[in-house]
C-alpha cells in the first residue's frame, strides 16, 4: 500500500465519521421533535377537557346606563350558557335538581374561564350581542359534587326526545330516512305514532348542544328546543322552497328556536 492509499483511505474514514455524526445528529433531532409534539398533543387534550364553550348566547337588553349594559349582558350570558351545559351534560333528574340553585349563585365568575364576544350592536339605551363562554370543568364538578350531583364530562352520549309533526306519510318518511342517515346517532326508538305525530327517543353521541343543531340541519331536519327542559326537541323536516315543512311553531308556544349563527370553539 502507498502513501497515497493511505491518504485516500484516510480521507474516506473521515468523511464516513462525519457523515455518521450527522446521521446521529439529524436522529437526535428528530427525536426531540417527535417528544416535543407528543408532549403538546398530550397537553392540548388535557387543556380540552378541562374547558368547556358554550356558543351562540344572544343578548338583547334595555339598559338604563349603557356603559354597564355590556357587564350585565355578560352576567346574563354566562347563567344563559351555565344553564345550556349543565342541561346538555347532566341527565333529567340532577338538571331538574340542580336548576333551582343556578340562579342562587353567588360566584358565578368562578365557573367562566374566559368568554369571546362575536358582534355587538349599542343604540340610546338597548345593547345586542353574540356570546361564546368559556367554562371551568372543574368548579362546576366541585360545585355539583356539593349537591351529590356528578359531572361525566367525557360522556358525550346523550339520550334526547324528538316530537314530530307532520301532513303526510310522504313527510314520515322521509323524515325517518334523514334521521337513519345521521352517523352520530346511536340509536332511535319510535316511541309512539299517529296518524300526524309521533314521540321518538334517540342515542346520540355529540360534544355540544351547537353541534347538535348542526348535525340535524345538515340532514335536512329542523331542530327546536323546548322551553324548560334537557332533553326534548321539536323537529319538522326543512323545505327548501319555504322555510319548514310540518312545523311545531304555530302550535307549541314553549319553543326556542337554535340561533341563526352558529360559532366555532
Same mark, same amino acid.
Given at each position: 500500500m502507498t502513501i497515497l492509499d493511505i491518504n485516500r483511505f484516510a480521507i474516506k474514514w473521515l468523511m464516513m465519521k462525519k457523515n455518521i455524526k450527522q446521521l446521529i445528529h439529524i436522529f437526535k433531532a428528530l427525536n426531540s421533535i417527535f417528544i416535543f409534539i407528543f408532549i403538546c398533543v398530550i397537553q392540548n387534550h388535557s387543556y380540552a377537557n378541562d374547558f368547556f364553550t358554550v356558543e351562540n348566547i344572544s343578548i338583547d337588553i334595555v339598559y338604563k346606563d349603557i356603559s354597564l349594559a355590556r357587564k350585565e349582558a355578560n352576567n346574563k350570558a354566562i347563567f344563559i350558557g351555565l344553564d345550556r351545559l349543565l342541561s346538555w351534560k347532566l341527565n333529567n333528574n340532577d338538571y331538574k335538581t340542580i336548576l333551582s340553585n343556578i340562579k342562587n349563585i353567588s360566584n358565578i365568575r368562578d365557573f367562566v374561564a374566559g368568554y /369571546?364576544?362575536?358582534?355587538?350592536?349599542?343604540?340610546?339605551?338597548?345593547?345586542?350581542?353574540?356570546?361564546?363562554?368559556?367554562?371551568?370543568? =372543574?368548579?362546576?364538578?366541585? +360545585?355539583?359534587?356539593?349537591?351529590?350531583?356528578?359531572?361525566?364530562?367525557?360522556?358525550?352520549?346523550?339520550?334526547?326526545?324528538?316530537?314530530?309533526?307532520?301532513?303526510?306519510?310522504?313527510? +314520515?318518511?322521509?323524515?325517518?330516512? =334523514?334521521?337513519?342517515?345521521?352517523?352520530?346517532?346511536?340509536?332511535?326508538?319510535?316511541?309512539?305514532?299517529?296518524?300526524?305525530?309521533?314521540?321518538?327517543?334517540?342515542?346520540?353521541?355529540?360534544?355540544?348542544?351547537?353541534?347538535?343543531?348542526?348535525?340535524? =340541519?345538515?340532514?335536512?331536519?329542523?331542530?327546536? /328546543?323546548?322551553?324548560?327542559?334537557?332533553?326534548?326537541? =321539536?323537529?319538522?323536516l326543512i323545505d327548501y322552497n319555504k322555510t319548514i315543512i310540518d312545523s311545531f311553531e304555530s302550535k307549541d308556544i314553549n319553543v326556542k328556536k337554535n340561533p341563526s349563527i352558529l360559532l366555532t370553539e
Open positions: /369571546k364576544i362575536h358582534y355587538e350592536k349599542i343604540s340610546d339605551i338597548k345593547y345586542q350581542a353574540e356570546f361564546s363562554i368559556f367554562y371551568n370543568i =372543574n368548579n362546576i364538578k366541585n +360545585w355539583l359534587n356539593s349537591y351529590d350531583i356528578y359531572f361525566y364530562e367525557h360522556l358525550n352520549s346523550k339520550t334526547i326526545y324528538l316530537n314530530a309533526e307532520f301532513n303526510s306519510f310522504k313527510h +314520515w318518511k322521509l323524515l325517518i330516512d =334523514n334521521i337513519e342517515s345521521i352517523n352520530e346517532i346511536l340509536e332511535f326508538r319510535i316511541l309512539s305514532l299517529t296518524h300526524n305525530t309521533s314521540l321518538i327517543k334517540v342515542s346520540i353521541d355529540v360534544i355540544n348542544e351547537a353541534s347538535l343543531f348542526n348535525i340535524f =340541519n345538515k340532514f335536512r331536519i329542523d331542530i327546536q /328546543k323546548r322551553i324548560n327542559t334537557n332533553n326534548e326537541y =321539536n323537529i319538522s
